[in-house]
């Protein structure tokens, strides 16, 4: 299988930084920890293979997507990353990313990355005993203190900044107490995963069932309350009714749209396959030959394989089913459905669909344009960006201070 | 018990979805639901207008606003008294506008100038973030400018052959008046929707065939459309007997020419694109002067963070690092209060424009020949 060539308008590039890390989460896919990163002459081949495939794919957008390990650990080497995208973007738009554990995000940082305009999306599962929970540091303590600073000078610098909260087995019993705790620190950008490659129970699932009602009926009452946000379980489900599965050109397309480079610059379909950079299996090229085609288009082929075990299934169209790489997880293959993701879709689609039949029976503005009006997350993004504008001030003018101090 | 753990410990498995009852709220192959008359307009700072200027003035007592005496018959409903404070800021603006001297020497509602916003499409982007023209606001405003240029602003009803509609404002004798153009005033031509041209689609037939299995949720989706379309109008109890008998119609087609027999009627009572302009032609053959102000008049409307806004926000900042604060909280206080008073100024200068556009279009009319 091979899409139609210019079929994407956004390709999106993960460079893996670092295999290290300085957290250890009980769940943590990305393999061993170990010290190796990425070097600089390979961070500046990667850079030139990404900026030319885009180019030779007349993409409108490049994203840049750091990843690790905890991609600070090499601060020094990503901001020269985005240094180097810039100067040779002209005239394409680029945007940056990171996902990081927000453990190193001291104010001097902040001004580098606020200066680069690099958009963080912070990893932290709740309140503070969840996190410490399941993200203690190697030595087994706990990280939730070390963010006590980190959580408010993030969301002064850019109040859109967006957390990932992964519910586990463990956790799934108070994921909404972990989702209102995020909120109430100010975030309003939050994304849940469930831990794909977990050990769930129904037991397990009954608890998150739960959880999921009772964070259904605060979406209902925050709504009511005019309060904007966004609440990846449940706005995601809505949006897969309101605006229909995803296109091809939507998703990574195993290598097409987005593409994972790892510390060594081999390359990978997704964040997922990366692991201890050993993986020949999922391996499709390297930055200096570029992809192996063949194997890049038979992973395609494979993961966009229907499934049959699916075939006549009411919820398949909003089913999350599609992500091969989260099937993968589950059982090991891209073409087969994970019965995690098939028991959790199968649990969370009602719960979503009765927050928003609720919401719409009183035809409440704010969910009309939210679901329904392509515009709302620009306006929505102003709005903030005009309350919030007296937090960003300070930093942003720390910021060019810091840069013009840099360059 | 047993069982129970028993189940609880069934492993995970994929299995399908025989049957799911449809979620209520609209899918993405449904009318677009930011038309429905509950999202419009835009919500957050929506009346802004009305809102700002309640809130910016101390409580006063009733207004004395009178409803317009109508010394002609008119389906307009009568002016509802604005709050007391609401009409105090609108004596204001037109206060400062009187004592301006209007030149006259265009008329600044000409629909080719292109400022009016018409024929307004309705997008299925929602309404965005400008925020129109408060109709009750600008009916008020311009009725007290009119008696202050002695002139009558009585609502009337034209049936005439190149102009049928009922107009805001009109004094007989001067033949000089005003319609606020909104969805009640002006037609599918001036403020287009796409689900009355869906509508008119298929009661013509140019829509392939639909297959049989198809046919209800057609009919659904046509009931909901009309259902939105409708309840933007005021229709008489004839009329929204036919709509009852329209919904309950079983052939899509029956159905949509039902739908569109009504909105032709509806319609009809109002002011098309086609007489605004021609009104306009003919102003001084008629010797009629109507100035026909849209809500989504560029001027007149807020665009919420329009450079100027944005400029003003960030001035705002600059201020409040000089400020020493006791609290958080009196901090936040204060940023309210400066941010009301930021809309209410922006609020008062777009009417102050509404204001001297009236005037200059009245001394336009008079240079032009009015009585
Ligand atoms: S912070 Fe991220 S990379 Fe580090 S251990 Fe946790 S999940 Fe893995
Ligand atoms: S994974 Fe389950 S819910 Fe999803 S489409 Fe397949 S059978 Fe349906």
Known sequence: ?407 | MLDAFKSNDRPLRVQRVRYYRVPRYPAHTDPDPTLAPEAVPYPWKGSVMAAVLALSEAGCSKSETEASSADAPSSKKPLPALEAKVQKQIDEIVDAALREQPEGKTNPFAQKLGLSGLPYVSSPYGTGAPTPLSAEIARALIARIFKAEGLVSAPTTFAEKDFTGSVDGFDKEKRIGFVIGDWDSLDETAFGSWMSQELLRFASGDSPQVPPDEEAQLRDYMDRSAKWLFERTQLSEDQKAELTAATKLESVQEKAKAYVALLQKVEDAKISMAEIELAEKQADAHRRYLAIISIYDQRFQITEYDPEARDRFEALNLEAEKIKFESADEKAQWYRRQHDMLWTEMSRQRLMELARSVREYIAWARRSGIQ
Not at chain 1, 201 to 225: C, I, M, P
Not at chain 1, 294 to 319: I, M, N, Q, V
């Open chain 1, 1 to 407: 299988m091979k899409p139609e060539a210019h079929a994407f308008p956004t390709i999106s590039a993960t460079f893996h930084l670092t295999h290290a890390c300085n957290l250890r989460c009980d769940y943590c896919y990305t393999g061993e920890k170990f010290g190796i990163g990425m070097t600089a002459a390979t961070a500046r081949d990667a850079v030139t293979f990404a900026h030319q495939l885009a180019c030779e794919a007349r993409a409108q957008h490049l994203e840049i997507v750091f990843f690790g390990g905890e991609p600070l650990l090499k601060h020094d080497l990503l901001c020269s990353i985005v240094d180097q995208v810039r100067v040779r973007a002209k005239g394409m738009r680029v945007s940056f990313k990171m996902s990081t554990n927000g453990l190193l995000l001291s104010p001097r940082v902040i001004a580098d990355l606020a200066a680069r305009e690099v958009f963080v999306s912070l990893s932290i599962d709740g309140d503070p005993a969840t996190q410490d929970a399941q993200r203690p540091d190697p030595q087994g303590r706990g990280s939730a203190a070390k963010l006590v600073d980190v959580i408010p000078r993030v969301l002064a610098w850019n109040p859109h900044t967006a957390v990932n909260c992964v519910i586990t087995p463990k956790s799934a019993p108070n994921a909404d107490e972990s989702v209102k705790w995020l909120f109430a620190q100010g975030f309003r950008y939050a994304s849940t995963a469930l831990d794909w490659g977990g050990n769930w129970t129904r037991r397990d699932l009954n608890a998150l069932g739960k959880a999921y009602h009772r964070l259904g009926e605060w979406y209902v009452s925050e709504t009511r309350r005019d309060s904007r946000f966004y609440l990846s379980c449940f706005d995601e489900k809505i949006q897969s009714r309101t605006r229909g599965p995803l296109e091809l050109s939507e998703r990574c397309a195993m290598g097409y749209r987005q593409f994972s480079i790892a510390p060594s610059g081999l390359l990978y379909p997704c964040v997922q396959f990366v692991k201890e950079d050993d993986q020949h299996e999922w391996c499709i090229g390297d930055v200096w030959q570029g992809f192996d085609d063949s194997k890049r288009g038979a992973l395609l082929g494979c993961a966009e394989a229907p499934r049959e075990e699916c075939g006549g299934c009411a919820l398949s169209d909003r089913c999350g089913s599609w992500c091969a790489c989260m099937n993968y997880q589950g059982t090991g293959r891209l073409d087969t459905a994970s019965p995690l993701v098939c028991e959790h879709d199968r649990l969370l689609t009602p719960i979503a669909d009765r927050v928003a039949n609720q919401l719409w029976k009183q035809r409440h503005p704010l969910f009309l344009h939210k679901h329904y009006n392509p515009a709302f997350p620009v306006l929505s993004h102003i709005e903030t960006d005009v309350e919030t504008a007296r937090l960003r001030h300070t930093v942003l003018a720390t910021a060019t201070s810091a840069f013009a101090d840099h360059a």
